[in-house]
T-cell receptor, first 114, second 112 residues
Framework: DVKVTQSSRYLVKRTGEKVFLECVQD?????MFWYRQDPGLGLRLIYF???????EKGDIPEGYSVSREKKERFSLILESASTNQTSMYLC?????????????FGAGTRLSVL | QQQVKQSPQSLIVQKGGISIINCAYE??????FPWYQQFPGKGPALLIA?????SEKKEGRFTISFNKSAKQFSLHIMDSQPGDSATYFC???????????FGAGTRLFVKA
């Protein structure tokens, strides 16, 4: 089974703090994604990566950055956390083959910014 | 053009009934239409998916109906069970999955 592990289930941070969300996958997938999930808005893509050290902006990248130094690990960074970044954050990975668009998700990190 | 519109937002169905969730898209470049199921405290997981060259796909009690001309697709859950209670997301994908747009989600509750 594919396993995508997010390091924290719950996080509480203060406004202005730098926040790191970590994600690790164990299936040697080329592609990794970060989404945020908000009620009534579905899942919105923040950033994705198709290879080590490669990254592409998604639909809502403002206020976020990412890092992918190793194939299995994809980190989401909130440079200066704000209250409007309180949300559920989901990491996903998928194989590199074009025919396989299936994404495998972690359990999520619920972040509260006070 | 990038939106996927999903309805209803929430759905209550009696055990044994049929649950129907509808989605519509605009961009004809989408070439893969998955449905994800999410239980509380878990991440979404792929339930069933379809490509636009077929009109229907069935896996057990779950069926996707796809209408390419209307740019609509729907999920039917036959003989709905309390264990099906979850949030369901439709999605539309292209570019090998790099561009996947999710619907807003439908919270399904199946009454015992």
């Amino acid at each position: 089974d594919v396993k995508v592990t997010q390091s924290s289930r719950y996080l509480v941070k203060r406004t202005g703090e730098k926040v790191f969300l970590e994600c690790v996958q164990d299936m040697d997938h080329e592609n990794m994604f970060w989404y945020r999930q908000d009620p009534g808005l579905g899942l919105r893509l923040i950033y994705f990566s198709y290879d080590v050290k490669m990254k592409e902006k998604g639909d809502i990248p403002e206020g976020y950055s990412v890092s992918r130094e190793k194939k299995e690990r994809f980190s989401l960074i909130l440079e200066s956390a704000s209250t409007n970044q309180t949300s559920m954050y989901l990491c996903a990975s998928s194989p590199g083959q074009i025919a396989k668009n299936i994404q495998y998700f972690g359990a999520g990190t619920r972040l509260s910014v006070l | 053009q990038q939106q996927v519109k999903q309805s209803p937002q929430s759905l209550i169905v009696q055990k044994g009934g049929i649950s129907i969730i509808n989605c519509a898209y605009e961009n004809t470049a989408f070439d893969y239409f998955p449905w994800y199921q999410q239980f509380p405290g878990k991440g979404p997981a792929l339930l069933i998916a379809i490509r636009p060259d077929v009109s229907e796909k069935k896996e057990g009690r779950f069926t996707i109906s796809f209408n390419k001309s209307a740019k609509q697709f729907s999920l039917h859950i036959m003989d709905s069970q309390p264990g099906d209670s979850a949030t369901y997301f439709c999605a539309a994908s292209m570019g090998g999955g790099f561009k996947t747009i999710f619907g807003a989600g439908t919270r399904l509750f199946v009454k015992a």
